[in-house]
């Protein structure tokens, strides 16, 4: 079992930047994906991004590649996203989710562990 936090949020005018965090319990974090996603009121779940479990590969949405960089720190069990650039589209509900495989890492069904949320919004 694992246990996600997600830290961070807020509001934000755009252009300006945000860092979220991703705390996980156990002693097992270096096994998982980890992987962002955000939910803007009345659309679908939309992916953000991706890393993998030693951090050494990571993917993106189209629409957040150069703003957005994840990151993780297997050693504090948690991951990281820095938000750059942002723009009232970005506005959503942000939640990471922990998987120990993915066939395809876009598939939020392929996660097992999921955050509460945390809110970004942003001005324009």
């Known amino acids: 079992q694992v246990q996600l936090v997600e830290s961070g949020g807020g509001l934000v005018q755009a252009g300006g930047s945000l860092r979220l965090s991703c705390a996980a319990s156990g002693r097992t974090f270096g096994s998982y994906c980890m992987v962002w996603f955000r939910q803007a009121p009345g659309k679908e779940r939309d992916i953000v991004a991706f890393?993998?479990?030693?951090?050494?590969?990571?993917y993106y949405a189209d629409s957040v590649k150069g703003r957005f960089t994840i990151s993780r720190d297997n050693a504090k069990n948690t991951v990281y996203l820095q938000m750059n650039s942002l723009k009232p589209e970005d506005t959503a509900v942000y939640y990471c989710?922990?998987?120990?495989?993915?066939?395809?890492?876009?598939?939020?069904?392929?996660?097992?562990?999921w955050g509460q949320g945390t809110q970004v919004t942003v001005s324009s």
């Open positions: 989710a922990a998987a120990t495989y993915v066939s395809n890492w876009r598939n939020g069904p392929d996660y097992d562990y």
């Open positions: 890393i993998s479990r030693g951090g050494y590969t990571t």
